[in-house]
């Protein structure tokens, strides 16, 4: 069976368990209201905006949320040259937080969704994180912090937008598509997300025709962040618990709304991590399969 047909197949039976377990949840308990997640409080403790798969309101779009600001230090950013990126996250006291649980993603991405960094920072005492990057053009980027304060039972994502001066020339963003290459990867994905959520994504990686086994990257076999094209409305998923080492990923994908998103699914193998990207649209109506 070509790799089309079995992603296919595998969404539809993840679609079908998915309603029917949404079904007797119905019978069992038919008054029942569904629970929708804040934009970017998790339900779980150390998990982070849109991992719930339930249907999920835009997260970071804002740089205050819940006392907690997302402060840069770094004003601008520098085309073509290495720099180090400096921000805080203040508390509701107003004082820079320094403990944390679990990891604080950073991401840089241009407001076309041409030019994507997933950056790793580490934090100073004073609570300064610290991160290199280079941004390939000029524009208007954005920086998202994803994160959980020690203090706090869910996760945040803030944004801020940071300008990188010069010749600004946006560009216009690739057509949907369900394959791509990367690396000498090919990486094919089967279904969209959806803002009903019931949306699912199963994605494949193979090299030379032969699917791969994917490594563990930070505490999961895949990262697949979901950005909405205007705004830049995010969404950062993993795969299903209990999936296991192979080459199929499959993701609850929920997102805040009908539109056309840019999805930056990042994964590792042969040790190095390699960044897979994506147009995907979907409809308030149904998921697309």
Known sequence: MRTWAKLTAYAGSLVLIFGVAIGAGRLLDPDETPTVAHPSHSAEAGEHAGHTGAAVQAGGLQV??????LSP???????GRAQTVRF???GPDGKPVTQFTGDLHFIVVRRDLADYHHLHPTMA???TWSAQVTVGEAGQYR???????RARAEGYVLGVDLPAPGDYRPRTLPAAGYSATVDGYTVTRAGDPSATGAGWLAISVSRDGTPVTLEPYLGSYGHLVALREGDLAYQHMHPQEGTVAGPDLAF???VPSAGTYRLYLEFRHGGKVHLAEFT???SAGHAHS
């Open 143 to 149: 920086a998202f912090a994803d994160f959980q304060p």
């Open 252 to 254: 609850a994908a929920s």
């Open 125 to 127: 005492a004073d609570g």
């Open 280 to 282: 995907a649209t979907t």
């Open 88 to 90: 805080r996250i203040i």
């Open 64 to 69: 205050t949320d819940d006392g907690y600001t």
């Open 73 to 79: 230090v770094t004003a601008e950013l520098t085309p």
